[in-house]
């Protein structure tokens, strides 16, 4: 399967989401000690990667594409491949 060609603002949220997910691993520090970044500087950090998830949303969002996009394992079933063998039973009571 090939992957479908990403746009310009696409490859630029990925490299900057990406550049900023390398600043926080190489700046992380044990448990107990006190991290080299501010507390301000983290909070923008949450910040800008918060705005770059949503926009990527929208853009999947404009393009038709799925709206929750998330990793799955190779062996994990597909939604919609999901078969019920036997029908639910109503609740009692309800």
């Known amino acids: 399967m090939s992957e479908p060609k990403l746009s310009t603002e696409e490859r630029i949220l990925q490299a900057v989401k990406m ?8 700046t992380a520090t044990p448990h107990g000690m ?14 800008c990667l918060a705005l770059i998830s ?3 949303r929208e853009l999947a969002q404009e393009a038709g ?7 799955r394992y190779v062996d994990e079933p ?5 078969v019920r063998l036997h029908p639910r039973k109503p609740t009692e009571g309800k």
């Open 54 to 56: 949503a926009r990527e």
């Open 78 to 82: 597909a939604k919609e491949s999901v």
């Open 65 to 71: 594409g799925v709206k929750e996009a998330r990793p």
């Open 19 to 26: 550049t900023l997910a390398s600043v926080i691993k190489d």
């Open 34 to 47: 006190r991290h080299p970044l501010s507390d301000s500087t983290i909070e923008d950090l949450r910040q």
